[in-house]
């Protein structure tokens, strides 16, 4: 299971002070060198974290690769293909969210999620559809052309009883393997922690973990680099 890196709230600190530290472009060198497969950016519709500027200095410096989330809008499509980023990872998106709340409803979004996915395609980029763990949406992303999906894993992170977590693990699962069984390629994200990722690291059928607030958060007591190590010693050993 590979790890991909969110930086968004690297620029979150940064725009606090509207100033230039800390800088995104360094945290995803320091996230690569440290061990990390890839790194993830949201741009927003709001610009609320990161910039345009901080995507095109990214896609010059990053060696390992850049998965851009973003609304299917116009204006951003166009700038991802311009930017041409490893992949693109299209996710809802609402101005008054804290975070990104939910899967994409691929379902009652064909005709748009299809437009977007073949100008996305035309310019090179894969795509990766952020869903919920549903055949039904699986099938529906299919449909629309995408080479992959990514697992909302947010209800599983918030779940408190035990038994709960497990049965939302399972469904995780099984779609995982469903996405597998037509050769979608299979990412997961949204609330995974030092934790809960003890458990997920036990499925199969996940190539790839996107994981920003937590290791941010741990990077502010022990530095980016043994935040990013502590992670992958999770995942990789489960200790």
Do not use: W
Not at 37 to 43: A, E, K, M, S
Not at 63 to 84: F, G, Q, Y
Request: proline share 3%; hydrophobic share 40%.
């Amino acid at each position: 299971m590979k790890l991909s890196i969110n930086i968004d709230h690297i620029a979150t600190l940064r725009n606090a002070r509207r100033g230039k530290n800390p800088d995104p472009i360094q945290a995803a060198i320091i996230a690569e060198l440290a061990g990390a497969d890839g790194i993830v950016v949201h741009l927003r519709e709001d610009r609320r974290h990161i910039h345009d500027r901080d995507v095109y200095f990214l896609r010059e410096v990053i060696t390992t690769k850049l998965d851009l989330e973003m609304a299917a809008t116009s204006e951003i499509v166009k700038i991802a293909c311009d930017v041409k980023p490893d992949l693109v990872t299209l996710v809802p998106e609402k101005r008054e969210e804290l975070t990104t709340e939910g899967g994409l409803n691929v379902i009652d979004n064909i005709d748009h999620l299809s437009n977007a996915i073949k100008e996305l395609h035309s310019a090179g980029i894969p795509v990766s559809l952020f869903i919920e763990p549903e055949n039904n949406q699986i099938e529906a992303s299919l449909d629309v052309g995408a080479d992959f999906i990514e697992i909302h894993t947010g209800k599983f992170a918030n779940l408190l009883n035990e038994e709960e977590k497990l049965e939302e693990l399972e469904r995780i699962r099984l779609a995982a393997k469903y996405a597998k069984k037509y050769k979608l390629g299979v990412n997961a994200g949204h609330g995974l922690d030092y934790n809960n990722i003890k458990l997920f690291r036990e499925l199969e059928n996940i190539d790839e973990v996107s994981i920003g607030h937590s290791i941010i958060a741990r990077a502010a007591l022990v530095g980016l680099e043994r935040a990013v190590k502590e992670m992958l010693q999770l995942i990789n050993y489960g200790y």
